[in-house]
Every structure is written in structure tokens, then in C-alpha cells.
T-cell receptor
Framework: NAGVTQTPKFQVLKTGQSMTLQCAQD?????MSWYRQDPGMGLRLIHY???????DQGEVPNGYNVSRSTTEDFPLRLLSAAPSQTSVYFC????????????FGSGTRLTVV | GNSVTQMEGPVTLSEEAFLTINCTYT??????LFWYVQYPGEGLQLLLK?????DKGSNKGFEATYRKETTSFHLEKGSVQVSDSAVYFC????????????FGAGTTVTVRA
């Protein structure tokens, strides 16, 4: 099925470990974003991209890196995991910057111990 | 920058009751407005949208009208079902040349049989 695919669905990391959350979409969307969801705080934007080779920081970028080498893929890297990064992470993509809404993946639940 | 304020929950209703979730926004220009729904254990799904003033978005019995004069986009449904139990997020993008999607904190709705 067409959509946004995130892997893994669950992950437990030790403090200081690094990892990459994968995100892929097959809808040829130019716009892609990473959000984290924490209780009572809604979704906060980590990084976003408006096309291959173009990325920028969102509201809470510290501790995360991204790259966009292809239209389809937008991985999120945690450089040195901290307990404050325990959260649910969502990747999303859109055809248009404003009018079409975003399609979301099913999320990655990350726990840092 | 853009911001969204939505009614705090949780909200608990009986089946067939009327649901309203208030949402107000701050933005310059003419943003697009969205309601997303998140069912337990899933990612967010676009419920409805409106892209200009006085537009009414509707889907699955839910409605919301883009009111520029009151900067509001309240979500309503006339008769809720148990299957409407979910977290609802108001969001906006655009306006002020800020095309990133900004979310409210989310409202948890529980419908009891």
C-alpha cells in the first residue's frame, strides 16, 4: 500500500548509543518532516525537508541529524541518545507545502534508558 | 510565528452526544487549517481541512468552518459513536511565509456506550 513507512516500530537504547530511524514514502512527495510526540505537548517538529538535498531545522532539532539524498527517504539520526529523547517519533510527507495536509507514518516508539 | 491553541481534555461523552472541540490560531496572512485524528496505537490521519476563510471542511460526520474574524476552526460532530474515541489535533500551515505544520496539544475524546 502507498504511504509512509517507518522502521523500527519499537526500540530501546542505552544512554549514549546512536541509531537511525528510517522513513520512506512512495508517493513522490517533496515535503517530508519528522515530529516527536510527548504527552500534553502535541507534536513538535524536529527537522523537515522541501526536497532532495534540502533540509532545515524545526522547533526541537538538538540531538538529531537528518539528510535527504533521495525524494523517497528521510532518515533521522540520534547522535548520542539521552533519556529526554524517549518519545514517539512520526515521519510525515506531503505533496504541497500548505494545502494538501500531510500523510503520517505509524510511528516509532523509542525508549532511552 | 504560527501557533494553535485547542481545548484541553480529556472529554468524555455518551454515544449519540454532540461533540465540540474548540481551536483558535495565531497567524498572519491566510493559513490552511486542518484537523487530524489519532486512534489508539496509530499514526495521525487527516480528518478534514479548509484552505480559505469561510470554507467548511467535512468528513465522517465531522465539520469545521474556517472563521477568520474569530481566528477559529472548531470541530463538531452531531452524534458521536464509540468508534470516534481518539485524540484530535488542530493544526495549521502557511501564512507568514511559514509553511511548516504547527499542531495544538491534542484533545483526548472518549465515547462511552
Amino acid at each position: 500500500n502507498a504511504g509512509v513507512t517507518q522502521t523500527p516500530k519499537f526500540q530501546v537504547l542505552k544512554t549514549g548509543q546512536s541509531m537511525t530511524l528510517q522513513c520512506a514514502q512512495d508517493m513522490n512527495h517533496e515535503y517530508m518532516s519528522w515530529y516527536r510526540q510527548d504527552p500534553g505537548m502535541g507534536l513538535r517538529l524536529i527537522h523537515y525537508s522541501v526536497g532532495a538535498g534540502i533540509t532545515d531545522q524545526g522547533e526541537v532539532p538538538n540531538g538529531y541529524n537528518v539528510s535527504r539524498s533521495t525524494t523517497e527517504d528521510f532518515p533521522l539520526r540520534l547522535l548520542s541518545a539521552a533519556p529526554s529523547q524517549t518519545s514517539v517519533y512520526f515521519c510525515a510527507s506531503s505533496y504541497s507545502e500548505t494545502n494538501y495536509g500531510y500523510t503520517f507514518g505509524s510511528g516509532t516508539r523509542l525508549t532511552v534508558v | 510565528g504560527n501557533s494553535v491553541t485547542q481545548m484541553e481534555g480529556p472529554v468524555t461523552l455518551s454515544e449519540e452526544a454532540f461533540l465540540t472541540i474548540n481551536c483558535t490560531y495565531t497567524a498572519t496572512g491566510y493559513p490552511s487549517l486542518f484537523w487530524y485524528v489519532q486512534y489508539p496505537g496509530e499514526g495521525l490521519q487527516l480528518l478534514l481541512k479548509a484552505t480559505k476563510a469561510d470554507d467548511k471542511g467535512s468528513n465522517k460526520g465531522f465539520e469545521a468552518t474556517y472563521r477568520k474574524e474569530t481566528t477559529s476552526f472548531h470541530l463538531e460532530k452531531g452524534s458521536v459513536q464509540v468508534s470516534d474515541s481518539a485524540v484530535y489535533f488542530c493544526a495549521l500551515s502557511g501564512g507568514s511565509n511559514d509553511y511548516k505544520l504547527s499542531f495544538g496539544a491534542g484533545t483526548t475524546v472518549t465515547v462511552r456506550a
